[in-house]
């Protein structure tokens, strides 16, 4: 298949796969702005009572920031929701040259976005919310799994990867 940049002008499908895209990269920004400020977090709770007793003043780079902090996960899991909804879209009204492949790549990009997206809410604490978004992202693994003729076409983390079949050792002794 030839690149051809004028290809999402023409095919709605093409768009909304890189539209689903760049919202992933949004949410994946979001998200890594939202765990610096928790390590931030983090940072000036441990060093403030060391400060204090001290007779010190924490630096001002570690006052927390609930707001911004809230306002950080926000966007991140809005720009991941709005992923995996142009995603779905588009895996579902491919048109133009090479279906299978734009479907394929449209799932494989869901379920990065998903899996993303647990590991935002599991930083975040909501254990529940990042085991729904996990299972989802593995149902899209699978989705992808299938229209691969069952190999992944891509690495996957650790969470996300399709162990190996278990295959009886040969019993005939070599020499």
């Known amino acids: 298949m030839i690149y051809w940049p004028g290809a999402s002008f023409v095919w709605p499908s093409v768009y909304r796969i ?3 895209i760049t919202y992933k990269g949004l949410g994946d920004l979001q998200a890594r702005r939202a765990a610096g400020l928790a390590t931030r977090e983090r940072l000036a709770a441990l060093v403030g009572p060391v ?13 927390s920031d609930a707001a911004a902090l809230k ?16 995603l ?12 299978e492949r734009r479907r ?30 996990l299972d989802e992202a593995k149902k899209a693994r699978d ?15 650790p969470e996300l990867a399709i ?10 002794p070599q020499q």
């Open 88 to 99: 779905e879209g588009a895996a579902d009204n491919i048109q133009g040259q090479d279906p």
């Open 104 to 133: 394929l790549a449209a799932h494989v990009a869901r379920t990065f976005a998903l899996y993303e997206w647990s590991r935002l809410l599991a930083a975040s604490g909501d254990e529940r919310g990042a085991t729904e978004k």
């Open 18 to 20: 890189q539209q689903g």
């Open 51 to 63: 400060a204090q007793a001290a007779g010190l003043t924490a630096p001002p780079a570690l006052t």
């Open 143 to 157: 989705a992808v799994a299938t229209e691969a003729d069952g190999k992944s076409p891509v690495a996957l983390p």
């Open 71 to 86: 306002s950080a996960r926000d966007s991140a899991v809005e720009s991941y929701a709005k992923a995996v909804t142009e």
């Open 163 to 172: 162990a190996p079949e278990a295959k009886p050792a040969d019993a005939t």
